[in-house]
């Protein structure tokens, strides 16, 4: 599952980067003034900008869930190291 949320942020990058350039290399290309096209590029940015804290804001609670499952992975298997332990031990 881990890996599947890793994939999936990695495709989400890749598509956001696809569309970056495609989008600028249409501005680049059309023929409009260079009023027009900087107004645009600004507002890709702004958009851009937006996405980009989205899709990391998404990586960050990905994150902290996988370190917190990671966590309590740990928790259940120091419990039952300490149980088979002690059942060993009498």
């Known amino acids: ?14 598509f956001l980067s696809g569309a970056a350039l495609g989008s600028v290399a249409a501005l680049l290309l059309a ?10 590029l600004t507002d890709y940015a702004r958009r851009m900008g937006d996405d980009v804290e989205s899709a990391s804001g998404r990586a960050r609670e990905t994150f902290t869930d ?3 499952q990671g966590k309590e992975t740990l928790q259940e298997t120091g419990q039952k190291l300490r149980e088979g332990s002690k059942a060993s031990a009498t």
């Open 31 to 40: 023929p409009q003034s260079g009023e027009d096209s900087r107004e645009q």
């Open 1 to 14: 599952m881990d890996h599947d949320q890793g994939h999936s942020l990695g495709i989400l990058l890749a």
């Open 66 to 68: 996988m370190v917190n």
